[in-house]
C-alpha cells in the first residue's frame, strides 16, 4: 500500500525523473518517497555486528533470552525499545549523497534537526485500525521533515544492508505503509521540543 508523499517532486526536473541503475535496492523508483527505520534497543545489540536483522526484532530482542521476554511489560518494551525514522525524496543527483546511511539518522543540517517523539507499534501492511501489533507501544523518534536524497546514497544502504551478518535481502525492497492510525488509537503523549509548557 502506498503512503502519503514529500512534496519535492517537479516533472520538470530530471533529477526527479531520470532512472538510477540500481545494483542493491529492488524495485526502488527516482522521484518516490520512502521512509527509513532504524531500530535500537538496550536488550538488543546496538553498535555490534547484529543490531540489523531481519525481521527487525530478531535484533532489538536477540541478548534478551525468551524466558525474560515473555515477562515484558509494555512499558520494559517502551523504555527499551525505540525506533529513529527519517523520510526522503530519491534523486537522481549526487550532491544529494550520504554515504552511511546504515549507520542510522542523518543529523546534518535540517536533516535530523527537527524531532517528533511518541509512543507507537511497529508498522506495516498487516499493522491496521483493527490489528495491532504485538511489539507495542515502542518509542519512536522521527524527523518532522522530508529531505532530498541520491539513488546512490539508497543503493549504498542496500548494499551495505547484504553486508550484514544476518540476511537482510527481504528488506531491500520498499514495504507498504500501515494504514493511517485513527485518533482513537493514537497516543497522546507526543513531545514537541520547540514548544514550551504551561
Not at 530530471?14 to 540500481?22: L, N, R
Not at 546514497?153 to 527481504?170: A, E, G, P, T, V
Not at 500501515?178 to 514548544?195: I, T
Request: proline share 6%.
Amino acid at each position: 500500500r502506498p503512503g502519503f508523499r514529500c512534496r519535492h517532486y517537479n516533472a520538470n526536473d530530471p533529477k526527479f525523473t531520470t532512472p538510477y541503475a540500481w545494483q542493491h535496492c529492488v524495485g526502488m523508483v527516482v522521484g518516490e518517497t520512502y521512509e527509513v527505520h532504524w531500530p535500537h534497543s538496550s536488550v538488543g545489540a546496538c553498535g555490534t555486528p547484529n543490531q540489523y536483522q531481519t525481521p527487525f526484532y530478531d535484533g532489538v530482542f536477540c541478548n534478551l533470552p525468551m524466558e525474560a521476554f515473555v515477562t515484558l511489560s509494555k512499558q520494559d518494551i517502551a523504555s527499551n525499545v525505540g525506533v529513529h525514522g527519517q523520510v526522503f525524496t530519491i534523486v537522481n543527483d549526487e550532491s544529494f549523497f550520504y554515504p552511511d546511511m546504515i549507520r542510522g539518522m542523518i543529523i546534518d543540517g535540517e536533516m535530523g534537526a527537527d524531532i517528533h517523539y511518541y509512543t507507537g507499534s511497529t508498522t506495516g501492511v498487516t499493522r491496521d485500525n483493527t490489528m495491532c501489533s504485538q511489539y507495542a507501544p515502542i518509542t519512536w523518534q522521527v524527523d518532522r521533515k522530508c529531505h532530498m536524497i541520491s539513488a546512490s546514497s539508497f543503493d549504498k544502504l542496500c548494499y551495505d544492508m547484504r553486508m550484514q551478518r544476518d540476511d537482510m535481502s527481504w528488506d531491500l525492497h520498499a514495504h507498504g505503509s500501515r494504514e493511517l492510525v485513527h485518533d482513537d488509537w493514537a497516543a497522546n503523549n507526543q513531545h514537541y521540543p520547540d514548544e514550551t509548557g504551561p
